[in-house]
């Protein structure tokens, strides 16, 4: 594992873990996250519900559904959120893609998370496009 990439992640994640609902362990972000890419400031607001990396409670031993992927994983999880009006589905993907890799995470287990996630994240896209209407 890698080194956080500070100028992209300037803040400490502060999290309440709520447990396992639905069957998904969920978090709740208790002070604002800020991540800048590209020039783009991305702010994760205090409150916000994440479920971290989704990946299924078999591979969470591997994965996690929190570790050193997870503050690309809560962006990814934002851009699936009504807050989101900028990033197509593929672009949100992209941006996850590129955020493990200045969380630090290594380019094996970075591919895998991320091949793990467009394929299952597609189905979730069209509720939120059916819900929030962008």
């Given amino acids: 594992m890698g080194e956080l990439n500070k100028n992209v ?4 994640i502060q999290l309440e873990d709520l ?3 639905k069957g998904t ?3 709740r972000l208790l002070k604002d996250f800020r991540c800048k890419y590209k020039g783009k400031l991305l702010t994760v607001q205090k409150g916000f519900i994440t479920d971290g990396i989704s990946a299924p409670k078999f591979a969470w031993p591997i994965i996690g559904p929190y570790g ?4 690309a994983a809560l962006i990814h999880d934002w ?26 995470v290594g ?4 591919w895998t998370i991320y091949s793990a996630v467009v394929v299952g994240s597609y189905p979730l896209w ?5 819900s929030y209407g962008n």
């Fill in 19 to 21: 447990g396992i609902i």
């Fill in 107 to 110: 380019f094996t287990m970075r």
């Fill in 25 to 27: 362990r969920k978090f």
């Fill in 68 to 71: 050193s992927a997870f503050p």
């Fill in 9 to 12: 992640f300037p803040d400490t």
């Fill in 126 to 130: 069209l509720k939120r496009i059916e």
């Fill in 79 to 104: 851009c699936f959120s009504p807050f989101n009006k900028e990033y197509s589905w593929k672009e949100t993907n992209w941006l996850f893609l590129e955020l493990m890799k200045e969380a630090g």
